[in-house]
């Protein structure tokens, strides 16, 4: 009779664990050989992560039989009810966080198997922002969106709307960023695909968002606009505007040219939108926004 007793006081005791950690469910076979096999803590802890009931409700929490490193602040964390526990609450953490940002951009709770890949590949919620804000302009543009996937398929991934998520949430392919700006520069500066995804590899460094880069394209189509003609007598082609003014300290011939552009039109009385090549404080180039500068987008 003592040893139910006893028992009994047992699974209520594991149950309370449970409840502690912020896991429900049904565990009553786990608990029940628990007590049959007389476990300790960490041993009902290890074999608690390993039942289905538990990746099924926090997917991406244990990877390669351990704790998630990114979740309790190292590699090699041994499972125990104490780091088992920080990982749960740093897991819950994340995912109100992701969850918060994706609202921002049309989207419901973060399913927890999408949260499990921003876990593994290690995306933070700044991260994910950037690629849902990406991901928002390229669906809610017809043409983007058929220029993203023309330059996913140069680079060798087969594009679809339902793929945009997995795609942005995965560091591990490196393209993301590289195809979305082939596709601003594809559509904005009305290159032909090839030509806007070699056009793409001189702005920024590869798989890394281009900072300023919707600016930097603004300007691009300003100036086409703008003293276009002038630009191609002087031998700068569109695809070359796009990485002078990405990368103006690396052309300075190039800004100088046109610089001398502007000025003869400003001299015409003719002012020219969006960013100008001046002399800046150290009596070298400099980029200026222009007054008033029209937005493109």
Do not use: C, H
Not at 61 to 74: E, R, S
Not at 92 to 118: F, M
Not at 215 to 239: F, S
Not at 263 to 282: D, I, N
């Amino acid at each position: 009779m003592a040893d139910n007793a006893q028992d009994k006081k047992a699974k209520k005791d594991l149950q309370a664990a449970l409840k502690q950690l912020g896991i429900d469910g049904n565990f009553m076979a786990l608990i029940d050989a628990a007590i049959r096999g007389d476990w300790s803590p960490q041993q009902f802890t290890v074999r608690l992560t390993r039942t289905e009931a538990f990746r099924n409700k926090f997917p991406g929490l244990i990877q390669d039989g351990n704790l998630n490193a990114d979740l309790v602040g190292g590699r090699d964390v041994g499972i125990t009810t104490s780091s088992l526990g920080t990982a749960i609450r740093a897991y819950e953490a994340a995912w109100k966080g992701y969850t918060e940002i994706a609202k921002n951009y049309g989207y419901g709770p973060v399913p927890r198997q999408k949260l499990a890949i921003l876990i593994k590949s290690g995306v933070s919620p700044d991260e994910f922002g950037t690629r849902l804000a990406a991901i928002a302009t390229v669906k809610k543009n017809p043409e983007v969106f058929d220029a993203f996937k023309a330059q996913a398929k140069l680079a060798g991934v087969n594009m679809q709307p339902k793929d945009l998520f997995r795609f942005a949430a995965k560091t591990a392919d490196k393209k993301f960023y590289d195809i979305y700006e082939a596709a601003q520069i594809q559509t904005q500066v009305g290159l032909d695909a090839n030509a806007a995804k070699r056009a793409a590899k001189g702005v920024g460094l590869p798989g890394q968002a281009t900072p300023n880069f919707e600016q930097t394209i603004a300007a691009v189509r300003a100036n086409l606009q703008q003293v276009g003609p002038e630009l191609a007598a002087q031998g700068i082609t569109p695809a070359k505007l796009v990485k002078i003014m990405a990368n103006p300290g690396s052309y300075v011939k190039e800004m100088e040219a046109l610089a001398q552009v502007i000025a003869t039109r400003e001299g015409l009385g003719r002012p020219v939108a969006g960013m100008y090549a001046q002399k800046g404080s150290a009596g070298g180039l400099a980029l200026y926004e222009g007054e008033g500068q029209a937005a493109y987008g």
